[in-house]
Every structure is written in C-alpha cells, then in structure tokens.
C-alpha cells in the first residue's frame, strides 16, 4: 500500500496492480478517491467488481468465473457434498461464497467450511485436518496462497489424507505455481494427484514469441526464468501494461490531458487531514477509464483484452489440470457455454490420476469415522410382524427380523464399502408408533437412518432423502363381502340394467312401427283388420330375437331398416347371453362398498392403522374426524369389519396395498373394493443429502433386478390361502351406455327410411292430384254441349260405366 501511495504522489495515470486481493481493496478506494485506474492481473476477489469501486479493472478472470468451473468439476462427477479450506480473508471468503452460490446452482453443497487464519501455524492446520478426516465428505476445495498451502499439503499427507478415496482441488492461485517446484520436492510430492483449474490460455505466434525472448533474455540469469515467464498472471501482467499504453494512445488522441488537480478543500472541524487527502485528483481520470472500458481491439499474448463495463475481464474458459510425477498434465476443458469437458479445442487429453494413484473416480465420501456405529430406528409396532419384529434371546441381545429387515441385510452386501450399525426400537410396544414422528427423529439427528415399513410421502421427503422404494405400495379399502343373489327366480334379468331393459323393449316397438309403416300399403302380410296388422307386426318384431320372422318385407327402406335391426339383435343377446352365463355359473362375491367414492359419501366408520398417514390423508379428503377409527392389529381389522358399523365395528378399512394383501392371505370374508388409489412406495430414510441413500437405491435396484427382492417378499408376504381369490369386483350388469351406440345408428336408421318413405308418398299424392284435374278438364267441354235435355241421361251412363268398371280410388 505505501508503493500505491508514492505512485499516487508522483501523479501517474495508472497502476498496475496490486497483486493480492486484500491490498486491492484498501488501493482501489485509493484509486476512486484520485480518479486513477487500477489494472490488477491477479487479484480475483468477486466483491472488487462492485460499485464501490468504479475504477478497478480486473486482467485475470473473477472468482465468480473460476468458481463456476469447479462447480463444473464437481457436477461432472457427480459428488453432492465438498468441504471448504481457504484463508480467512476477503480473498478467501468472498470466493468461496462464490463456490457456494455455484454449487447451489447444481444440486450440490458446502458441508462444511474451514476458514485458516493467515497465519496459523503447522499445529494448527494439523488439528483441522484431523477433523475433517473424521467427516463423511471426501471432496475438498482448497482456495489460498501458496505458503498457506504448502503447509496444508504437507501436512495432508503427513496424516494421510493424500490417499486413496480423497479428492482435492485448487484455484489458478495454486495452480499457477504448481508446474515449477523442482527445488520443492516435498511440495511436489504431497500435491501429486491434485486437481485444479487455471486460465485456459490458446497456443498463439504472439505467446511463442513472448516466451522465445524471455529465455533469450535471461540465459545468462535461470535464477529469473521458466516460473516467472510461464506463471499465468505474469502473462496477463504484460497483457495489463501493453492495454494501458494502448488506452493512453487513445486517450491522448480524444483530447484528454494529465492534468492534477487539488483535492476538495474540507473544513477544519470535519476530521484530522491524512496522507490520502493531500492526494491530487486525475482530472481527466473518468475519460480515461471510459476509454480502458470501450476499447476492445486489443489482442495481447493471452488472447483478447475486452473488458465489461464493471472492468472484469470477458471469456470464461479454464483447462482442467492434473498434478502427476512430471508436473501439471491438462485433464479436461470448461467454458461457460459447453460447462466440464473431456476434451480441449487444441490440447491433448489425460486421464486423471487421484490421489493414491489410482483412475478409479473416487466415491467422494466415506462412513464418518466418529468412533460409533450407524444408529438406525426400526418402528416397534404391534401388529404386521412380517414387516418388522424384535426379539430377545437368552443372553438378552435383541435381534430384528421382518422383510424390511431382510432387504435392508440384503442391500448391505451390494455397496461397495462396510458399515456398522446397531438397531434401535422406537416406540413403547403396546401401541404403533407414529411414524411421522420416527422421520422427524432422522432430522434431528437422533437416529442415522430408519428401516421398516415407511411410505414415502411428500411432507416426509421435504426433511429426510429416501431411498428407491423397494416395494409398491396404494391405498386400498376393504370391506366385508356378501354372497351374490345369482340363483333367484328374477336372475335372468339381471343381465341389463332397467334402463337398458326398457331402452330394449321400447326400441322393439319402434322398429315394428316403422316396419309396419313401410310396407302396410303394398304388403298383404301388413294388412286387414287394426287387430290383425297389431299381432302381425308384434309377431314379426319379436320374431326378430330368434330370426325366425316368416312374414316377407317387399319395400328397399324396410329390408334396410330390418338388416341394421337384425345386427343390434345379434349384439344384445350375444351380450345378454355371455352376462347370464358369468352370473349362473360363477360365484359372486360383492363388496358393500363399491370403492373410495361410495365410502366418502356414505356415512359409516372408517377404520386405518395407528401410525399411519392414512389419517391425514382421508382428512385432506373431508373426511369427518369422528368416523375415522384406529386400529393395530390383523384381528382388530378382522374383528371391527365383522361387528359392522351397526355394532361398534367399522364399515370399511382404508390401508397401504401391502398390509390388505397380508390381511386377505389370511381372512377370506373380506375383500377390496374397487381399484387401488394412489401410488407410492416403502423406502429407508436418510438425512437430507447422505450419500447412503443414493449407494442403496443403487444396491435396491441390483436386488430387484437378480430376483432377490422378490425372493425375500415371498419368503415373509405370500400365503397359500385365499391367495387366488379375485380380490377386485365390479358391476357386471350391462347398461345402455354400452350400447348406446346400436340404438343411435338403427333409430337414425329408421328415421331417415320413414322421412324418405314420407317424402316420396308426398310426391306421388301431388302428381296424382294433377293427372285427375287434367281429366276434369277434357270432360267437362261434352258435358256443356248436352246441359239441354241430356245431361241427366249423361250422368247416369257415367256413374253406371264407373261401377261395372270395378275402378276405386285410393292407392
């Protein structure tokens, strides 16, 4: 800070610089208060882009940037947790909130944050590494200067903790110093298998000649060359000075001048006078920072030098590189566009190598090492042992057993590590548990996990992560059944419901109608006495049933209007006939309630397990509170169905699919009423972002896909009994809305035949009244001629002709 000052004092336009995030803050009030810029190549502190400080210009990349690459690291392997070491100064707490903010961005998370005071000692970092050895997160991001992280390294791997299953990585502020540690060999030798991320800079003629000039300058002094020529920041230092004079050029050449002016004058009583008030004032300082801001055609050795209008630098690419025997390898590539990559636009790709020196993609976590065993809760309940049970052996050790626990035992042996544990009952055993209340237990960190029959709810995955669901699981109601009225002297008509039987008949008699009204004019078969074409047409249409009609239809619209009537016959007593023979010949068995529909309108008690969510979910439903009943047992179940609403018991009983099955294995006067509702499953909780969930939805997954899962679900769930009853009934009477169809095709059928029929009886009546009023016409002039003395004789003969003729009307 006192160089800043004298440059300051010696009335410069600009500087270079500073180095160190922390000195920047203090020299960038410095640089607002002359009205001179700052243009740092290595200070990555995000906060330094703020308003704060309108005359910083950053060359380097923000660590808003930098740490968006390592959340790209981390996303790419997916790890969820990593823990946090760096300085606990502007530097390193600013940009690990940045690493914060892009880890939420992707799921993931800091678990744990370890700030370092600059100077701690050797003693110190020992015993924060000793802490953290004993967490569960294996993926650690280091964010400090090099002497910091020299005697974190060593002293990493002095206790171990540079092997096999941990993962570090750094920022560019290590990097850049990793590649040129010849003379360091136990630096060298504690940093191997660290990853971390450094500007990625492209391979250009400008770069080469940079670095061809700087060997030929300094062979005569090693001492001065490869670390200080190929660091990143010195070629973005170089970078900074060559943008400066370019802006001055410019600068010059819009006008402006280097003109200082005297600070403002305070007045005496406003403060004691320090060595930065006496500072002359940048006259032209903001034209000049407008013209670092705007000019953008600058290309320097590290590729181009275009600025934002909050002065960080613009391009966000960094390679991901690899410390290994022979110094930094590059590993993989990131931008903000493509995020982690495998590969690089222009470089050669390695495998990385991990600490222990291995390929293997570490697990990123471990079982804490906190000196006890995973504390798991198992609910003690009453009834359903198959699920979960206890019991005490002689020497007093309770041992638990149950298909839960099986699978839990069972899933133990597919993760890739061991674990020790120790099953903990919850509840006092004359009563079930509230399992909500276990779940809770996880959050608050009294027990490690839970194993039994716990459903996956959405209140309950808001607080623990479980894990893949090992077996499905609905809700279904029970209910008694009765025993179908199939043999009854009014059987036959249970086939069609009443509407259906009176749409039938009525349909009958339409049809006969039509036919009758179609053919009574030219058929004999249709005409005679009112009785006679009533029987006829009542014999005809019934006939139809047995296709055995005998009368003959002549007319084209009644053969068509009986083709369509024949098919709908054909269908209804091919539909009655299978109906009949299902209820004559098949046993019965109907429920009282028909499904959750009935049962929430209807008024009767409601039994569920105690424990259960159920309770609130039928309360969600509008279900009274006073109907709902709980139960514990299989014999409480069979006993409050059996007694009925009438008599204390219950109507019905709403439960998860996996307890119904057990209870009607067993219980073959019950039954389930309508369809499953809902859908879920059975899950083990863990706390929110453990590791071991996901590691045993993996080993659940393995279990049901080798027939294990099902195996163990046989061996505890599958009785011989009632198993092959049909647990599900439905209505099987038929309904018009089966048939609904049929009816609307033959009655538009007939419809449109007697519209035609109508039609063209219309027709011919007018033609008819024509032609005998072209008659009248033709008779009428002889008749005139004899209306003296004749026309008596005439009428006479006309009348008489008419009669022996045998001529009628009609038609």
């Known amino acids: 800070m006192g160089t800043a000052m004298n440059l300051l004092k010696q009335e410069v336009v600009a500087i270079v610089g500073p180095q160190t995030s922390v000195v920047s803050h203090f020299v960038s009030h ?43 690291i981390i996303q790419y392997y997916g790890w969820r947790e990593v823990t946090a070491l760096y300085t606990d100064d502007d530097f390193g707490n600013n940009g690990i909130d940045a690493l914060g903010d892009a880890l939420k961005a992707i799921g993931s998370s800091i678990v744990f944050k ?44 002095w206790l171990q903790m540079m ?54 300058y300094h062979s005569k002094d090693r001492s001065l060359g490869p670390a200080q020529m190929n660091n990143v920041y010195a070629w973005y230092a170089y970078d900074a000075v060559w943008m400066i004079a370019h802006a001055i050029k410019n600068f010059m050449q ?14 005496v009583d406003a403060g ?11 006259q032209d300082g903001r034209l000049f920072m407008n013209t670092i801001l705007e000019y953008q055609q600058v290309s320097g050795i590290t590729g181009p030098l275009h600025v934002d209008e909050r002065g960080d630098l613009i391009g966000s690419s960094f390679e991901i590189v690899n410390m290994g025997d022979n110094g930094l390898r590059m590993v993989g590539f990131w931008s903000n566009s493509t995020g982690c990559l495998a590969f690089a636009p222009d470089r050669t790709i390695q495998t990385v190598i991990w600490p222990g020196g291995v390929t293997e993609v570490p697990r990123g976590w471990v079982v804490p090492k906190n000196g006890r065993p995973l504390l798991i809760g198992v609910p003690n309940k009453i009834g359903y042992k198959e699920f979960v049970s206890s019991a005490v052996d002689s020497a007093n050790r309770t041992s638990f057993h149950g298909f839960c626990i099986d699978v839990f035992q069972q899933a133990l042996a597919y993760l890739p590590y061991s674990i020790s544990y120790s099953f903990m009952k919850y509840g006092n055993g004359s009563s079930t548990p509230s399992y909500d209340a276990l779940v809770n237990k996880v959050v608050e960190k009294d027990f490690d996990a839970v194993v039994g029959d716990v459903t996956i709810t959405t209140k309950r995955s808001t607080t623990v992560d479980f894990t893949q669901p090992y077996t499905t699981s609905g809700l279904a109601v029970v209910v008694p059944i009765r025993q179908g009225e199939g043999n009854h002297a009014w059987a036959f008509m249970r086939p069609f419901t009443p509407l259906m039987w009176v749409t039938t008949g009525t349909f009958f008699f339409f049809t006969g109608l039509v036919l009758w009204f179609l053919e009574h004019k030219k058929n004999r078969d249709f005409r005679g006495r009112p009785k006679k074409q009533i029987v006829t047409t009542l014999w ?64 009767v008690p409601i039994g569920y397990q105690t424990g259960s969510f159920v309770r609130d979910y039928l309360l969600q439903l509008n279900v009274a509170e006073e109907r709902l009943v709980p139960l514990d047992t299989l014999a409480a179940y069979s006993a409050a169905l059996t007694k009925g609403p009438n008599r204390g018991g219950v109507g019905a009983i709403v439960d998860e699919l996996p307890y119904v099955q057990l209870f009607l294995s067993s219980e073959c006067a019950f039954t389930i009423a309508g369809q499953e509702f809902t859908k879920s499953g059975w899950g083990f909780a863990f ?56 009816f609307l095709i033959t009655g538009c059928a007939s419809v449109f035949c007697c519209l035609v029929y109508w039609t063209r009886m219309i027709i011919r009546h007018r033609k008819a009244i024509r032609e005998r009023g072209a008659r009248d016409g033709q008779l009428s002039e002889p008749m005139h001629g004899l209306d003296h003395g004749g026309g008596s004789t005439f009428t006479l003969l006309t009348s008489t002709t008419f009669k022996k003729s045998g001529l009628h009307g009609g038609y």
């Open 272 to 282: 004691g006078q320090s060595e930065l008030a006496d500072l002359k004032v940048f």
């Open 30 to 72: 410095m640089g607002t208060a002359t009205q001179v810029p700052l243009v740092s190549f290595s200070a990555t502190d995000p906060s330094l882009s703020e308003d704060q400080y309108p005359y910083f210009v950053r060359m380097t990349h923000s660590d808003n940037v930098q740490m968006a690459a390592i959340a790209g």
């Open 163 to 216: 092997t096999q299953g941990y993962v570090w990585i750094v920022t560019e502020a290590m990097t850049s110093i990793m590649d040129y540690l010849d003379k360091d060999s136990d630096f060298r030798q504690a940093l191997q298998g660290v990853v971390g991320t450094r500007s990625y800079i492209p391979s250009s003629p400008q770069l080469q000649d940079y670095k061809d000039r700087w060997l030929e």
């Open 540 to 603: 005809f249409i019934f006939s139809t049933l047995f296709f055995s009609q005998r009368e003959r239809v002549n007319s084209t619209l009644g053969r068509a209007v009986l083709i369509i009537w024949l098919f709908v016959v054909l269908i209804i007593i091919s539909s009655y006939t299978a109906s009949l023979t299902s209820l004559l010949t098949v046993q019965q068995l109907l429920p009282t309630i028909q499904g959750i529909s009935s049962l929430l309108t209807s008024n």
């Open 687 to 742: 706390p929110k972002g453990s590791q071991l969930a996901i590691d045993f939805s993996t080993a659940i997954l393995k279990l049901a896909e080798n027939g294990e899962l099902q195996r163990i679900h046989d061996l505890w769930l599958v009785s011989e009994s009632c198993t092959k009853r049909n647990l599900a009934h439905d209505s099987t009477e038929l309904g018009l809305n089966t048939f609904w169809g049929l």
């Open 114 to 157: 370890a700030g370092l005071d600059p100077k701690i000692t050797s003693d110190g970092i020992g015993r924060v590494l000793t802490k953290l050895s004993q967490m569960e997160s294996r993926v650690l991001v280091v964010h400090m200067e090099p002497n910091i992280g020299k005697e974190l390294f060593v002293m990493a791997q």
């Open 254 to 267: 819009k006008g402006g001048a280097t003109t200082f002016v005297q600070p403002p004058v305070y007045p």
